[in-house]
């Protein structure tokens, strides 16, 4: 599928162009070359930076903000710790760590939790070995974690549905009105799953429906949006299908099962969270690079944890 021009992409290109032609007007050529430069809101502040500000001005851009009760916090070092470089992941795992230690870098965005449970709450892990030795390595080379969840999800659009709508060339799709529901060219159920593997560099994916079935019409749930919110969401929405991150089997499956029982065509695809999701991380290393041009910004895949056979 081929990707159209999209206004939106084109604004952030043009405004960026404006802001260096305005400044090189002011400051000169050299000045702005020898002295890389970064937006937060108003004000202007040259590299190096500290995690800190990073942080501010991405959450600067969310509507709201600050979140309350917001699980996204710094879950190792500081905010004053001066910024190397920065890594985007899905997940802060130990061989992200390690490749982060390689680059130089000293900032992980991660955009799951790191201590295994979704507040990162780590009294229950004091005495494993795995806790300890990950909480370590993270201290002894003085790397900052910052879980960036709600707030990527809650800019406008979502950071991480763009970001998978990119990856898919789905983009021309996305409707503002209803942002998890997208009228695509038809086309039958395996030549979806097909793309969707191609493009996300997935080898296997479960799903419930008939190959050949048409779709046309997509709920697209990535991460795990929960059973409740899965099935209201079919139920209003009467998709061909719905493509989600993770479900549990016992609800959004067996909803499926019994609609295509009652002779509804509904289909379900399970992408997997991390599939779904990692997208997201390589929008957020897309607006890092953006914003922060003399800092050296890489985005790690965390990648699946589960193999299939």
């Known amino acids: 599928m081929s990707t159209p021009n999209y206004p939106f992409r084109l604004n952030q290109d043009q405004s960026r162009r404006k802001f260096i032609y305005n400044f090189t007007k002011v400051a000169g050529v050299a000045a702005l070359m020898a002295s890389p430069v970064i937006s937060h809101a108003d004000s202007f502040f040259a590299a190096p930076v500290t995690v800190g500000e990073v942080m501010d001005m991405f959450i600067s851009q969310v509507p709201g903000a600050p979140i309350s009760n917001t699980v996204d916090t710094l879950k190792a070092g500081s905010r004053d710790i001066q910024v190397t470089g920065i890594v985007t992941t899905m997940f802060a795992t130990i061989e992200v760590i390690r490749k982060t230690i390689a680059l130089g870098a000293n900032f992980i965005i991660a955009h799951e939790p790191t201590f295994y449970n979704h507040q990162d709450e780590t009294a229950w892990l004091a005495n494993d ?22 707030y990527i ?67 697209l749930m990535p991460g795990a949006s929960g059973g409740t ?48 999701e990692e997208p997201g991380s390589e929008f957020m290393a897309t607006w890092l ?8 910004i890489t985005h790690i895949p965390s990648n699946n944890s589960l193999s299939f056979l």
């Open 129 to 150: 070995d795995v806790y300890r030795y990950k909480a370590e390595l993270l201290k002894q080379h003085n790397i900052a974690v910052w879980r960036n969840h709600d």
């Open 229 to 276: 919110r899965q099935i209201q969401a079919m139920s209003k929405e009467k998709p061909d299908a719905l493509i989600c991150g993770e479900i549990q089997e016992w609800e959004t499956a067996e909803y499926v099962r019994d609609a295509q029982a009652k002779g509804e065509k509904l289909s379900l695809i399970v992408l997997g969270h991390i599939a779904s």
């Open 153 to 219: 999800h809650s800019i406008n659009p979502d950071g991480v549905r763009m970001g998978l709508l990119k990856q898919l060339d789905w983009e021309g799709y996305y409707n503002p009105a209803a942002t998890s529901v997208m009228m695509l060219p038809a086309t039958t159920l395996s030549s979806l799953i097909g793309h969707l593997k191609q493009k996300l560099f997935i080898d296997k994916v479960r799903y419930i429906g008939d190959p050949k079935q048409n779709c046309q019409k997509i709920l």
């Open 289 to 296: 690079k953006e914003k922060l041009p003399g800092i050296k």
